[in-house]
């Protein structure tokens, strides 16, 4: 506090080093906070003003002006007092309604009481909410509580009703469905009170996923396989007509590649105020799980109006994760890649997440993309031995070193495992370059096959990721989607049954 420049240096450092969110104190000089904020680059401010006498007062001038004097050079507003009464939650209540009512434009306000007195505050502040966990030697600050501990009290008090949330899946990915049983672990880690049911939709028709989604407490499911959004508009009159008739909402991932593998459920209002998830905690409860229609008889039909569905994709995401687990970025871009796939739609969703990794060139192999993803993407079909070999012989030359594929992803099926296995060796095995390469097969490891593409690859000098790899990360994605919560993808490989390395 006697050298305020020497906060400047340390926060700033934490600036250059990409650190999410930076906690600048209030009474630190303005010329230090505006420089700051006017340097935070990717970072995000967070304005702190703490006070520990027990003496400050929400509905009082000071609050308000802290406020604003606070919101001037900061993304976050942070605000934390001690109170000696249980009132005074409900003085700060109201202070957080009146800042969102007078100042619209506002940064958003994250406030809380400490102490046991001030937990009931804790359970309604809906931004950057300070948690803790059971397992956690000690508390970070007196009164903090665990996500379980927030969503059950949020659950008593009627801020998040109970939700029924579907896996819906084909007959023909009934064995093949790993999601499913990561669901229940991850809604107890959480502690949800939503009803979550395994259930089968024919392979032609949508009329049971319209009964499933058309329900009063419907919150949401997800989709294995994805399936082409027009599939579900084009033959659904459900799907068309809901929100005002004028049909589901389109992600921007689903208006690019077209495949939907998430419904979510929003209320209106957050809708309109924003398109991202909301952050507000959920509460714990029973749940099971179902591979029949479960409790549809007995629950109430009709999806809300106040309701918005929007088609979502989270696969895309899922195979970015993991992509970029061991790798920055930086290392895809202006780099090629080859896609192997039986039809396009298989390799949507890796085609998108190898655009936002500003890949330079896709080479593919087995499909033909349609025109609408062909203008988006830098595609190039190996359509020869010829143009196979051209793209081999790229590495070998160090002014075409980047038109060398750096990462293969196969989303063939397993029983083609011997021609994946083939073009992991004719890209990994002349190439000059000591740098790894990334190979990523999406192909379902509870089939049986012949060979085993990852243990080629690695051979090859290649870092090899497999589909239940993408399927961790893609359900951590799903479940922010559908419930607005963020589980670790720590958890869910683990709750998989499988080791974290």
Same mark, same amino acid.
């Given at each position: 506090?006697?050298?305020?420049?020497?906060?400047?240096?340390?926060?700033?450092?934490?600036?250059?080093?990409?650190?999410?969110?930076?906690?600048?104190?209030?009474?630190?000089?303005?010329?230090?906070?505006?420089?700051?904020?006017?340097?935070?680059?990717?970072?995000?401010?967070?304005?702190?003003?703490?006070?520990?006498?027990?003496?400050?007062?929400?509905?009082?001038?000071?609050?308000?002006?802290?406020?604003?004097?606070?919101?001037?050079?900061?993304?976050?507003?942070?605000?934390?007092?001690?109170?000696?009464?249980?009132?005074?939650?409900?003085?700060?209540?109201?202070?957080?309604?009146?800042?969102?009512?007078?100042?619209?434009?506002?940064?958003?306000?994250?406030?809380?009481?400490?102490?046991?007195?001030?937990?009931?505050?804790?359970?309604?502040?809906?931004?950057?909410?300070?948690?803790?966990?059971?397992?956690?030697?000690?508390?970070?600050?007196?009164?903090?509580?665990?996500?379980?501990?927030?969503?059950?009290?949020?659950?008593?008090?009627?801020?998040?009703?109970?939700?029924?949330?579907?896996?819906?899946?084909?007959?023909?990915?009934?064995?093949?469905?790993?999601?499913?049983?990561?669901?229940?672990?991850? *809604?107890?880690?959480?502690?949800?009170?939503?009803?979550?049911?395994?259930?089968?939709?024919?392979?032609?028709?949508?009329?049971?996923?319209?009964?499933?989604?058309?329900?009063?407490?419907?919150?949401?499911?997800?989709?294995?396989?994805?399936?082409?959004?027009?599939?579900?508009?084009?033959?659904?009159?459900?799907?068309?007509?809901?929100?005002?008739?004028?049909?589901?909402?389109?992600?921007?991932?689903?208006?690019?590649?077209?495949?939907?593998?998430?419904?979510?459920?929003?209320?209106?209002?957050?809708?309109?105020?924003?398109?991202?998830?909301?952050?507000?905690?959920?509460?714990?409860?029973?749940?099971?799980?179902?591979?029949?229609?479960?409790?549809?008889?007995?629950?109430?039909?009709?999806?809300?109006?106040?309701?918005?569905?929007?088609?979502?994709?989270?696969?895309?995401?899922?195979?970015?994760?993991?992509?970029?687990?061991?790798?920055?970025?930086?290392?895809?871009?202006?780099?090629?890649?080859?896609?192997?796939?039986?039809?396009?739609?298989?390799?949507?969703?890796?085609?998108?997440?190898?655009?936002?990794?500003?890949?330079?060139?896709?080479?593919?192999?087995?499909?033909?993309?349609?025109?609408?993803?062909?203008?988006?993407?830098?595609?190039?079909? *190996?359509?020869?031995?010829?143009?196979?070999?051209?793209?081999?012989?790229?590495?070998?030359?160090?002014?075409?070193?980047?038109?060398?594929?750096?990462?293969?992803?196969?989303?063939?099926?397993?029983?083609?495992?011997?021609?994946?296995?083939?073009?992991?060796?004719?890209?990994?095995?002349?190439?000059?370059?000591?740098?790894?390469?990334?190979?990523?097969?999406?192909?379902?490891?509870?089939?049986?096959?012949?060979?085993?593409?990852?243990?080629?690859?690695?051979?090859?000098?290649?870092?090899?990721?497999?589909?239940?790899?993408?399927?961790?990360?893609?359900?951590?994605?799903?479940?922010?989607?559908?419930?607005?919560?963020?589980?670790?993808?720590?958890?869910?490989?683990?709750?998989?049954?499988?080791?974290?390395?």
């Amino acid at each position: 506090m006697d050298n305020p420049d020497l906060y400047y240096e340390y926060l700033y450092r934490a600036i250059k080093w990409g650190v999410e969110y930076i906690d600048v104190e209030i009474w630190l000089p303005e010329r230090i906070r505006r420089k700051l904020y006017e340097q935070r680059g990717s970072s995000r401010i967070m304005s702190a003003f703490q006070d520990f006498s027990g003496t400050f007062k929400w509905p009082s001038a000071r609050a308000e002006a802290t406020f604003r004097e606070s919101a001037r050079f900061a993304d976050i507003v942070k605000m934390i007092a001690i109170i000696n009464d249980h009132n005074e939650n409900f003085e700060l209540e109201y202070f957080r309604s009146k800042i969102k009512a007078e100042y619209p434009d506002a940064p958003p306000l994250s406030a809380v009481n400490m102490g046991e007195t001030g937990q009931f505050s804790r359970t309604l502040n809906r931004v950057f909410t300070p948690i803790t966990h059971p397992l956690l030697p000690i508390i970070a600050a007196p009164g903090q509580l665990s996500a379980s501990e927030i969503n059950q009290a949020l659950s008593l008090l009627g801020q998040l009703p109970r939700k029924s949330i579907y896996g819906i899946n084909t007959p023909s990915s009934r064995i093949s469905t790993p999601q499913a049983p990561f669901y229940g672990k991850c *809604f107890n880690e959480l502690g949800l009170p939503h009803h979550f049911s395994v259930v089968e939709r024919p392979l032609k028709g949508f009329a049971s996923v319209e009964a499933w989604c058309n329900q009063k407490n419907f919150g949401g499911a997800y989709l294995y396989p994805a399936v082409p959004f027009q599939h579900l508009i084009s033959n659904s009159a459900f799907f068309a007509s809901i929100n005002n008739g004028t049909g589901s909402v389109l992600s921007d991932s689903v208006k690019l590649i077209g495949m939907v593998d998430t419904i979510v459920v929003q209320s209106k209002a957050s809708f309109s105020a924003s398109s991202a998830p909301s952050s507000a905690p959920s509460s714990p409860g029973r749940h099971q799980n179902s591979d029949s229609l479960g409790s549809i008889a007995s629950s109430q039909s009709g999806l809300s109006p106040t309701t918005v569905m929007v088609f979502e994709n989270a696969a895309w995401k899922g195979i970015l994760s993991t992509l970029t687990r061991d790798f920055a970025p930086s290392a895809y871009s202006g780099r090629a890649a080859v896609v192997l796939a039986s039809k396009p739609d298989d390799a949507a969703s890796s085609l998108l997440a190898l655009k936002a990794l500003m890949v330079s060139k896709i080479y593919t192999v087995g499909f033909k993309a349609s025109p609408a993803v062909a203008r988006d993407f830098n595609l190039e079909p *190996f359509d020869s031995l010829e143009s196979m070999q051209k793209a081999r012989t790229n590495g070998a030359n160090s002014a075409n070193h980047a038109a060398s594929p750096f990462v293969v992803v196969s989303a063939l099926a397993p029983e083609k495992s011997n021609l994946v296995g083939m073009l992991v060796r004719v890209f990994g095995s002349r190439s000059s370059s000591t740098s790894r390469k990334v190979f990523l097969d999406l192909a379902d490891g509870s089939f049986p096959r012949k060979g085993d593409p990852r243990l080629i690859a690695e051979q090859c000098g290649f870092a090899a990721y497999g589909a239940e790899d993408v399927m961790a990360f893609t359900t951590v994605e799903t479940l922010r989607l559908l419930v607005g919560q963020n589980v670790p993808y720590s958890f869910v490989h683990l709750a998989s049954g499988r080791p974290m390395f």
